[in-house]
C-alpha cells in the first residue's frame, strides 16, 4: 500500500472531501502514508504555492549559507556579501554533486568537493579548473555565465523563509495580504514590524512520527482541548475559542479567553496597538501548506511544519516579542522562559495524538473519517483546500 500512485488514489474519494461537511469524508490512508503520494505532494501541491523551507535568523550574518532537504529536494539558503538572502537548488552544474554540505560562513568561495568548480554566494559559476584540460581553466566552448547556480523563487515574512517551486504561484504579498489585513484589527498599521526573535531559548524542535497534515489539521481545530490540554484547557477552555476560515489558504481558531500571563507570571510588552477590550483574544491560524501562527496581545510564534517523509515530520517553533528588550533582554528572561515552557507542554501534549492518528491510517478499517459539522469546520477547510488542489493537478 505504501507504494501506491497518486493517480491510483480514486477521485471520489478527492471529491467526497469536497462535498458538504456534514456529508464528506476526509482524505484516503494513502495520502498519509504513501511514498510515492508524498513526492507528487511536494511537486503538484507545495510546490504550487509558497511553502515555508526555514528562518532567516538561522542565517545570522552575512556570507553564510544553509543546506535544507525539503521533502528530499536538495535546497541551500544564502545570505551574499551584501546581507540579500536566496534560496538555490543545492546541486553543482556540472555533474549534479549536492554542493552546501553544513551550515556556516562561507569565507570565499563555495567549492564542489567533486571537481571542485566553485561559486560566489550570489550563485555565480566563477571557476572551472582543468576545464579545457590539464592546467586550462577556462575554454571559449564554454560560458561560466550560462551555468551558475538555479534560483528558487523566494520571500521572507515574519522571519520565515517561503519558496515556490513551481515559479507560478501569486506575488507572496498578495499570498499574505488577507492575514495582514486581518491582523490590523489587534496590531494597528505598525503590524508585526514591532515584533523581534527570541534568543535561542525561544526554539523548539518537536520531531513527530507522522505525516505533516495530521499536525496542520490538528492545529486547526479546537475540538480536542479537553482530553488532549487539561491544563491550557484550564485558563482557554474550548467554550472560548471560535473558528476561523478565510480566503482558502487561511484557518485554525481564536480564543476570548487567553490568559497565559497570569497563569505563568508573566508581564511582557503588548502591542501598542492592541484593544484594551480584547487582551485575552489570541488567534491561531495555519498558514496553508506547512505554517501554523499564533498571535496573543503580547507575543507571537511561527512554527513550521517539516515534511521529512510520508510518515515523519518535525515541527520547528519560534517565538517573537514586542521589542529588542523583550525578545532579548536580561529583565525579560524569566518571562520567555516560562512562554516557552508553556508551549513546550502543548505541543508535546499534540505529540501522542498525531502519532496515534498516524498509525490509524494504516487500518482497513478506516476509510478517511467524517467531520463533525461544527467543531471540525477549520480542519474539513483544509482538507478541501487539499482536496482541491489534488483534482486540479490530476486534471479531473
Known amino acids: 500500500m505504501n507504494n501506491v500512485s497518486p493517480q491510483a488514489i480514486p477521485i471520489e474519494f478527492v471529491d467526497r472531501v469536497l462535498t458538504p461537511i456534514n456529508e464528506a469524508t476526509g482524505m484516503p490512508n494513502e495520502a498519509y502514508i504513501s511514498r510515492d503520494y508524498f513526492q507528487f505532494e511536494r511537486d503538484k501541491v507545495l510546490g504550487k504555492t509558497w511553502a515555508c523551507i526555514g528562518f532567516s535568523a538561522d542565517l545570522p550574518e552575512k556570507g553564510y549559507v544553509k543546506p535544507v532537504d525539503f521533502m528530499n529536494l536538495p535546497l541551500v539558503m544564502m545570505r551574499n556579501r551584501q546581507g540579500e538572502l536566496q534560496v538555490f537548488h543545492n546541486v553543482c552544474s556540472h555533474r549534479g554533486m549536492r554542493l552546501v554540505q553544513d551550515a556556516g560562513p562561507i569565507q570565499g568561495m563555495i567549492r564542489c568537493p567533486y571537481h571542485s568548480w566553485t561559486y560566489d554566494l550570489d550563485g555565480n559559476l566563477k ?139 508573566t508581564h511582557l510588552p503588548k502591542f501598542p496597538a492592541w484593544p484594551a477590550d480584547k487582551l485575552r483574544h489570541a488567534e491561531y491560524v495555519a498558514l496553508f501548506p506547512n505554517v501554523l501562527l499564533g498571535i496573543q496581545a503580547d507575543h507571537a510564534f511561527a512554527m513550521m511544519v517539516e515534511p521529512i517523509s510520508a510518515e515523519q515530520s518535525v515541527e520547528h517553533l519560534r517565538l517573537f516579542y514586542v521589542g529588542d528588550d523583550a525578545a532579548t533582554g536580561t529583565q525579560y528572561a524569566a518571562c520567555r522562559r516560562a512562554t516557552v515552557e508553556s508551549w513546550r507542554v502543548v505541543f508535546g501534549e499534540d505529540i501522542g495524538a498525531v502519532e496515534g492518528m498516524q498509525r490509524g491510517r494504516h487500518s482497513p478499517g478506516f476509510g478517511g473519517g467524517v467531520f463533525s459539522p461544527e467543531m471540525d469546520e477549520p480542519t474539513h477547510f483544509f482538507q478541501k483546500w487539499l482536496a482541491s488542489q489534488v483534482k486540479t493537478a490530476l486534471g479531473a
Request: proline share 4%; hydrophobic share 35%; net charge negative.
Open 127 to 265: 571557476g572551472t579548473p582543468h576545464i579545457g584540460g590539464i592546467g586550462v581553466h577556462k575554454d571559449e566552448r564554454f560560458k561560466c555565465e550560462k551555468h551558475g547556480l538555479k534560483a528558487l523563487r523566494s520571500a521572507q515574512w515574519m522571519g520565515m523563509i517561503f519558496v515556490n517551486l513551481s515559479g507560478d504561484a501569486p506575488d507572496f504579498a498578495q499570498h499574505i495580504a488577507p492575514l495582514e489585513q486581518r491582523w490590523k484589527s489587534f496590531l494597528g498599521q505598525e503590524g508585526l514590524s514591532l515584533l523581534r526573535q527570541a534568543d535561542s531559548s525561544g526554539r523548539l524542535e518537536i520531531e513527530v512520527q507522522c505525516n505533516w497534515k495530521l499536525a496542520v489539521e490538528n492545529y486547526c481545530e479546537a475540538y480536542h482541548l479537553p482530553w488532549v490540554h487539561p491544563s491550557l484547557n484550564s485558563y482557554s477552555r474550548l467554550e472560548d475559542h471560535y473558528n476561523i476560515m478565510f480566503d482558502e489558504r487561511f484557518a485554525g481558531q481564536g480564543s476570548l479567553a487567553y490568559n497565559l500571563s497570569d497563569t505563568a507570571g
